[in-house]
């Protein structure tokens, strides 16, 4: 399947399921931001490398679909309202986790804490089977996997999804979330993990 052809798929899902706030998606754009005549874009590796500088926390996104459970590990997280609460993450649009998290409708977003360095390592892997060995129970409101030993969670549907470049923009409505024990994050700086100093 195309890239407009899986954003597409998950427009037809989010209104199977009822969802008012789905939008036509859009045509793939053209991923350079100038014209041949003007100056080249930036340079890949030179973007990875500011970019980097950017310290961020990590997670999983999971999901439950008919194949059983779903998940890549993301650090293009954020909050994005508390009225209607709502969280968003970024997928590429090469992401073969994707497709199954779209047709599912729903996801649960596992904060990682300092130790998962691992468990992020394991589900950042393509084809594996990532939840080999990984405890989980289902989230409250959409069943979507909860990781054993992350600190906090977010049960979410999706709501809409918006093209990004070579990327998805996926916006979730809060279904349910909780904090199970305080620790310090997992986070990624500059292509390495690490955790937080005060």
Same mark, same amino acid.
């Given at each position: 399947?195309?890239?407009?052809?899986?954003?597409?798929?998950?427009?037809?899902?989010?209104?199977?399921?009822?969802?008012?706030?789905?939008?036509?998606?859009?045509?793939?754009?053209?991923?350079?931001?100038?014209?041949?005549?003007?100056?080249?874009?930036?340079?890949?590796?030179?973007?990875?490398?500011?970019? $980097?500088?950017?310290?961020?926390?990590?997670?999983?996104?999971?999901?439950?679909?008919?194949?059983?459970?779903?998940?890549?590990?993301?650090?293009?997280?954020?909050?994005?309202?508390?009225?209607?609460?709502?969280?968003?993450?970024?997928?590429?649009?090469?992401?073969?986790?994707?497709?199954?998290?779209?047709?599912?409708?729903?996801?649960?977003?596992?904060?990682?804490?300092?130790?998962?360095?691992?468990?992020?390592?394991?589900?950042?892997?393509?084809?594996?089977?990532?939840?080999?060995?990984?405890?989980?129970?289902?989230?409250?409101?959409?069943?979507?996997?909860?990781?054993?030993?992350?600190?906090?969670?977010?049960?979410?549907?999706?709501?809409?999804?918006?093209?990004?470049?070579?990327?998805?923009?996926?916006?979730?409505?809060?279904?349910?979330?909780?904090?199970?024990?305080?620790?310090?994050?997992?986070?990624?700086?500059? $292509?390495?993990?690490?955790?937080?100093?005060?």
């Amino acid at each position: 399947m195309g890239h407009a052809g899986m954003a597409a798929t998950v427009v037809r899902h989010l209104r199977a399921a009822g969802s008012p706030t789905a939008v036509e998606p859009l045509p793939r754009p053209d991923l350079r931001a100038v014209r041949e005549d003007e100056r080249p874009p930036v340079d890949p590796a030179e973007f990875r490398r500011v970019l $980097g500088h950017f310290a961020s926390g990590v997670t999983i996104v999971t999901a439950l679909d008919a194949d059983g459970p779903a998940g890549f590990a993301c650090q293009s997280f954020a909050s994005l309202s508390l009225d209607p609460p709502l969280v968003a993450f970024m997928v590429a649009r090469t992401s073969t986790t994707w497709p199954r998290i779209a047709a599912a409708g729903t996801f649960c977003v596992n904060v990682l804490g300092a130790e998962q360095g691992e468990l992020c390592r394991s589900f950042a892997v393509s084809g594996a089977d990532k939840f080999a060995g990984v405890p989980w129970d289902p989230s409250p409101s959409t069943g979507s996997p909860r990781l054993t030993g992350a600190p906090a969670w977010i049960d979410c549907t999706i709501t809409t999804v918006h093209t990004g470049g070579d990327h998805l923009i996926v916006v979730g409505r809060v279904e349910a979330l909780g904090a199970e024990h305080e620790g310090e994050p997992l986070l990624f700086h500059r $292509g390495r993990f690490g955790r937080f100093s005060a």
